[in-house]
C-alpha cells in the first residue's frame, strides 16, 4: 500500500469533509457580515458590504477566474512539456485543485451575506417582512446547495483518483470458480 492510500477517503466522508469545508466558508462570511453591519443594527453598512460580495461583475469574475487557472495550467503544460519534466504534473494537479475552491470561495461569500440580509430582514420587520425574509431564506439555500454541489461535483473529479478510495467491483455475474459447482 503507497502512503497516499493511506490517506484515501470513502465517497460519503469525502463529501461530508467538503460540506463542512464550504460550511465553515459560509459561517466566516456570514460572521464578517454580522461584524461590519454593527450585528444586523446598520441597513446602510451592511448593503455597502453585500455591494462588495454581491455584484454584477462576481459570476463575470468567477468566469474569469477559471479561465486564469486554464491559462496558469497551459502555461505550467508547456514549460514542462518544453523542458521534459515530470514534475511539473503534481504543481498542474494542486492548480486545478484550486478551481474547486475558488467556486466555494465565491459561493461562500453570496451564500454568508445573503444569510445576514435575510436575517436582518426577519430581525427588522415591516409589513411584508416575514415573507421577504422567508423568502430570501429560501433562495439562499437553494444557492447555497446549488455552489456546494458544483463545488463538490469539481473536487471530485480531480481528486478522485488521488484522494478517494475507489470502491470494490461486486459483481453480479459469477466467477469461473462459481459456475464449476
Known amino acids: 500500500m503507497e502512503k497516499i492510500d493511506f490517506y ?5 466522508k469525502f463529501i461530508f469533509t ?3 469545508v464550504f460550511l465553515s466558508q459560509v459561517a466566516v462570511f456570514f460572521s464578517v457580515a454580522v461584524f461590519t453591519s454593527n450585528f444586523l443594527s446598520s441597513e446602510e453598512k451592511l448593503v455597502k458590504f453585500s455591494e462588495q460580495k454581491i455584484n454584477d461583475g462576481t459570476l463575470g469574475e468567477l468566469g474569469l477566474t477559471f479561465v486564469a487557472i486554464l491559462l496558469v495550467i497551459g502555461f505550467f503544460s508547456a514549460i514542462g512539456r518544453v523542458f521534459d519534466n515530470k514534475y511539473v504534473e503534481p504543481y498542474i494537479n494542486e492548480i486545478l485543485c484550486e478551481m474547486p475552491k ?3 470561495v465565491f459561493g461562500s ?10 436575517l436582518f430582514i426577519h430581525l427588522n420587520p415591516d409589513s411584508n417582512s416575514s415573507a421577504q425574509a422567508q423568502g430570501f431564506a429560501v433562495m439562499t439555500l437553494f444557492f447555497a446547495i446549488m455552489m456546494f454541489i458544483y463545488g463538490c ?5 480531480f481528486k478522485r483518483k488521488t484522494h478517494i478510495k475507489s470502491e470494490p467491483n461486486n459483481s453480479i455475474q459469477p466467477t469461473a470458480d462459481a459456475s464449476a459447482d
Open 109 to 118: 461569500s453570496a451564500t454568508g451575506v445573503m444569510a445576514a440580509i435575510s
Open 102 to 104: 475558488t467556486i466555494y
Open 8 to 12: 484515501k477517503q470513502s465517497i460519503g
Open 18 to 20: 467538503e460540506f463542512i
Open 153 to 157: 461535483a469539481f473536487s471530485y473529479a
